[in-house]
């Protein structure tokens, strides 16, 4: 059985990746997309993922990205959310 990570260091997994693939869960929470319970979930999922060592590497290459990586096992959740937020209508010149 893996041993969970770290509780802070998966909160920290989490959000990074959602930088990385500009979901922004604050909107999301917001906008009733992304419960406490739901974003609990993401950070549990993210303790467990055998890949999360790989993660912080992943992220240190990679500012921005389309999705998250296929080894995420949050990658379906970052998608959701971000398809579901509204796209911002007002475009920098």
């Known amino acids: 059985m893996r041993v ?3 509780l ?3 909160v920290r997994l989490v959000a990074r ?3 990385a693939t500009r979901t922004d869960l604050v909107a999301a929470h ?3 997309e992304l419960t406490q319970r739901d974003w609990a ?3 549990q999922t993210c ?3 055998g890949w999360s060592d790989e993660c912080a590497d992943w992220l240190d290459c990679h ?6 990586p296929g080894q995420c096992p949050n990658r379906a959740v970052f998608e959701r959310l ?3 937020a509204p796209q911002n209508e007002t475009q920098e010149a």
């Open 41 to 43: 979930k993401m950070v």
């Open 82 to 84: 971000r398809t579901a």
């Open 4 to 6: 969970m990570g770290k």
């Open 47 to 49: 303790r467990r993922c």
């Open 17 to 19: 990746m959602a930088g």
């Open 8 to 10: 802070m260091d998966h």
């Open 63 to 68: 500012e921005t990205a389309e999705s998250a």
């Open 30 to 32: 917001a906008q009733g």
